[in-house]
């Protein structure tokens, strides 16, 4: 089991990607430029937090074509496990391989700060540890996190429940004002069809351990990760 | 020397949120008639001579200027003009 973090120029949360992984969740973690174009054998996949290339043009649009990106499309289009957080949930949509796009937050703030996400689908790899309907505390940091798709898009999400978290109250109910930055339906986490491509605006990698505020990040990492091995496992 | 200016703006059906800030800040100007504001980007690309341009410009839009899940966009090609002139304002407004 191998975890890779791929590092762009204006990834800034690399390093708590790494950390996150290495540190808390003690597995084997690389950092990936995205010069490269070879994956080095890592079974998980990250695309971290930043800004990417500057957000120039559109955030994530110029990442999505960086050589890295090729291989990354590759892996996450045989089946295994990409997860992208904020920038990286980004880069992931302007790639194709997750539906919609985020544009700038309604309130046309920067928002940081913690959020509760109840959890919708808990038969996915990313969150096999959660249950439906879990509140999770975890922290959001975006300028453009207003998750849009078309009505079609929509309808398939809601139809295969792709739709992995939405912003809540602390009590789980979802309302408007839980919504931090003008989300269709609140959503703040989907997969893709196959459930091996994740994307949240939210951040997981910062909320792995009590000391910094909240350790809920980690049943997110750990379900990737015991997925990966019982995958190997069974040979899947 | 050719030259494209593009302009690219959100789908109509999407909030544009700094539209509607400078919309309220035109109205509190007092500048009533204000009904709305969208916000685009313009580019100016100077190319080499050559066949195919229009086809080349448009493949550029679709892949990578803009966003076909969130945007438009619009472009026109000059090539009778200085690229390095002023900018000619919004297309469709001559």
Partial sequence: ?236 | MPYADIIVTLKPTLLDAQGRVVQNALLSLGYEKVMNVRIGKYMRMELAEGEDLERQVKEMCDRLLANPVIENYHFEIHRDADGNGTPPGLPNTE
């Fill in chain 1, 1 to 236: 089991m191998k975890v890779g973090v791929i590092v762009f120029p204006g990834s800034n949360c690399d390093q708590d990607a790494y950390h996150a992984f290495r540190d808390n969740l003690k597995q084997p973690v690389e950092l990936i430029w995205h010069q490269e174009t070879d994956l080095k054998g890592v079974d998980l996949v990250v695309l971290p937090g930043g800004f990417s290339y500057g957000d120039y043009l559109r955030t994530g649009a110029i990442a999505r074509f960086a050589p890295i990106m090729r291989s990354v499309e590759k892996f996450a289009r045989s089946g295994k496990l990409v997860l992208g957080i904020c920038n990286g949930f980004q880069v992931l949509c302007e790639a194709g391989l997750l539906p919609g796009a985020l544009v700038r937050n309604a309130g046309l703030k920067f928002v940081c700060r913690y959020v509760n996400l109840r959890v919708e689908n808990a038969e996915t790899a990313l969150t096999a540890h959660c249950r439906v309907g879990q509140v999770l505390r975890i922290p959001i940091a975006h300028g453009d996190g207003c998750y849009v798709c078309d009505e079609e898009s929509y309808e398939q999400l809601s139809r295969n429940r792709q739709v992995l978290f939405r912003y809540g109250e602390a009590d789980g109910r979802i309302t408007l004002d839980s919504n931090p930055n003008g989300s269709m339906d609140n959503i703040a986490g989907i997969a893709n069809e196959r459930f091996n491509v994740f994307g949240m605006m939210p951040h997981p990698e910062r909320a792995t351990e009590k000391l910094l505020g909240s350790a809920d990040g980690r049943l997110l990492l750990s379900s990737l990760i015991e997925s990966v091995i019982n995958g190997a496992r069974t040979g899947a």
